[in-house]
């Protein structure tokens, strides 16, 4: 192989230096990411855990006659509506492949299942095992707002009131820790009423008023809180992605490089020998 081998070589190395610049860059800024979506989950968690423990205390201080959609479980024969929390971008590993095939697990019957996608690049990846989207929320921002859980929550809620299903589901993924994420679905409502509480308390002004505004708040605050995890878990996906993306590129240059430097050297060695022959010949 002459210089014409060294000008392939030579270019192949501009390539994936290129490549390499991308994938370190895009580490970086997932790894940004990351860290503030890590910060407000940790912030939202404490606010759940309060709405949860008020609901909780509130649901079972509830009188044997109480009735409500929410707690009605007598509901098999309706449709079940799944939230799935996917990503708005790709190159985050598997994020999404487990989203869905963790989905496809769980549910027997794909015709009582109606699917809403939270995130463009999850769509491909649930209508690959079969399934039908009735929904699809895009361009979700990565700290997820207020309006945005409103959306999904105003659609969720009338679908489940108006009888289109009988029960709401989310399905995200769970952020334990930097090296541990678990797919997980959760039942959104109805809710399954908890008859031991620690104390009793007194309710004003009444106790469906009360009630109704706290379930109001923490189905969204859930809906949030999927949310979050789902968006920690992504870009800890890609961090990880693009971190193995760097390391596989610094691989190839270095193999191009030895690559490289023998074939220049192996043309040097020749070079050498030609003109010591040369020098030879003339004796």
Known sequence: MGSAGLIDIKRRIKSVESTRKITKAMNLVATSKLRKARKELNDNEDYYNLCEEIVHNLVATLPEDFESPFFNTNSNDLDKL??????????????????????????????????????????????????????????????????????????????????????????????????????????????????????????????EEVLNSSLDIYFKCKIRRAMLHSKVSEQNARMTAMDGATQNANDILQSLNLKYNRIRQGMITQEISEIVGGAEAQK
């Open 82 to 207: 799944y939230i799935v929390m996917a990503s708005d971008t790709g190159l985050c590993g598997g994020f999404n492949g487990n989203v869905a095939s963790s989905l496809n697990e769980v549910i027997d019957n794909k015709s009582t299942a109606r699917i809403v996608v939270v995130g463009s690049k999850g769509i491909s990846y649930i209508k690959k095992h079969g399934f039908d989207t009735i929904r699809e929320y895009v361009d979700i921002h990565d700290i997820p707002t207020v309006k945005e859980v409103r959306a999904i929550y105003d659609d969720a809620i009338y679908m489940f009131k108006s009888g289109e299903v009988g029960e709401v589901n989310i399905v995200y993924t769970e952020f334990k820790s930097a090296i541990k994420q678990e797919v997980k679905v959760e039942r959104l409502f109805p809710i399954e009423i908890n008859s031991e509480v620690s104390e009793q308390f007194l309710v004003e002004p009444s106790l």
